[in-house]
């Protein structure tokens, strides 16, 4: 137990302050380059170095290295080539905006490493009522996961902070579920992501002087959705991102198809003070914040809070989850 | 609305652990073996058939639960 508390506080210090001190010089680097963006719920013309994924990938790869170094075992060996593959699918992305089933067709072959390293169990735990084998459909499902982690991520990079804020918490709700379910290599290997979030948070959150772009929300994302697989916590962290699954949910039952967000009208405006308000328009794609600035219209900060209260609520409902795997009906 | 969302969260949970429930009691043990003499892939496969109905269900069922939560707002 020792060396693991040892691995868990090495590899959070790796993590957290790589992104902590790294990011700042990217900031200068992109701006330098003139790599920004608007950022379009700012009075005036405000601009946003991007993409910041460049650090976030640095952060969880130097620290699952170092946690490689700790434990050799193939799961972590999966994390660092999937994060690195997630990184490499949005980089391209950003650099060149690609249509709506880029994405999805290209994240799915991020999951390749899971699949030929065996790091899976084919068994899928439920709470309350045990695990059922399902071989074939659960290599089914690992192709699925990653996308869908990945573009639910994504689709929450709307707000400044809300991707990296979001993602550290249902991190540390996993990293807790993990305890509880006694993977600790695992729960030690999402202290990684945690931590990147954590430190990319600090630049990331209102007033943002970053802004993660593709690479960084479809890192998240990949990062994710394999620690979900490899620490066969595939239920508890969907249930920790239940808000973003129901951000994507909404808004593709509203389009009925699978788009770039890009492509879509903007399903919220501004009133004269700058807050957000939802369209005015018909045929808009419904999404998470439109349902929150349904009744009236809120300051991009309190729409941020609002969405990490929804995200700490489903954390909880996931250590419940976890809680519940060990009691059999 | 919030409370709305909230309610939403909570009914997406439920159904999680229903529908798990369900995968677990019902897919899990089914074997068609028991009954005609076929291939295990071919078994598998009637397994994942079966799942995947279920799948469509639970997504009906979470369509339906949100146009009756959020119905103001689904109009526009």
């Known amino acids: 137990m020792e060396e693991k508390i040892i691995a868990a506080v090495v590899v959070s210090a790796v993590a957290f302050f790589s992104v902590y001190a790294l990011t ?152 807790i579920s993990l305890i509880i379910l006694q993977n600790y290599e695992i729960a030690i290997a999402t202290l990684c992501l945690a931590f990147t979030s954590l430190a990319f948070y600090k630049y990331h959150k209102l007033p943002s002087r970053i802004f993660p772009g593709d690479s960084g929300a479809l890192t998240f994302g990949a990062t994710y959705g394999v620690i979900a697989i490899v620490g066969h916590v595939e239920v508890i962290a969907a249930i920790a991102i239940l808000p973003a699954i129901i951000n994507s949910f909404l808004f593709l039952s509203s389009v009925k198809k699978i788009v770039e967000h890009r492509e879509t009208k903007n399903p919220v405006s501004h009133t004269d003070d700058f807050k957000l308000k939802t369209g ?16 009236r219209p809120l300051s991009e900060k309190q729409i941020v809070t609002e969405i990490f209260r929804l995200g700490i609520f489903s954390g909880v409902l996931a250590i419940i989850t976890a809680f519940m795997m060990g009691v059999e009906v | 609305m919030t409370v709305q969302i909230y309610g939403f969260l909570c009914s997406m949970w439920i159904l999680i652990l229903v529908g798990g429930g369900l995968m677990v009691l019902l897919v899990g043990p089914i074997s068609f073996r028991d009954y005609v003499d076929i291939d295990p ?21 979470l369509t339906k639960v949100k146009n009756w939560i959020f119905k103001a707002q689904i109009k526009s």
């Open chain 2, 41 to 61: 892939l071919i078994n598998s496969g009637a397994k994942i058939i079966l799942a995947l109905f279920l799948i469509f269900i639970w997504v009906f069922i």
């Open chain 1, 24 to 175: 700042p010089i990217l900031i200068k680097v992109l701006g330098r380059r003139n790599l920004v963006v608007q950022d379009v719920n700012k009075k005036g013309s405000v601009m946003v170095p991007r993409p910041g994924g460049i650090s976030i990938v640095v952060g969880i790869v130097a620290s699952e290295i170092v946690l490689y170094l700790f434990f050799p075992i193939s799961e972590i060996l999966a994390i660092i080539i999937t994060s690195i593959l997630g990184f490499s699918v949005g980089i391209i992305d950003d650099r060149k905006p690609m249509g709506g089933w880029f994405k999805p067709v290209a994240l799915a072959f991020c999951a390749a490493p899971i699949l030929l390293l065996g790091a899976y169990d084919s068994n899928l735990d439920f709470p309350l009522f045990g695990s059922v084998s399902i071989p074939f459909l659960y290599m089914g499902l690992i192709v699925f996961m990653i996308p869908i982690a990945g573009n639910t991520i994504n689709s929450i990079d709307v707000l400044n902070g809300v991707a990296s804020g979001f993602i550290t918490i249902a991190s540390f709700a996993l990293t």
């Open chain 1, 280 to 295: 005015d328009y018909k045929n808009v794609p419904i999404t998470l914040v439109r349902l929150i600035i349904a009744k």
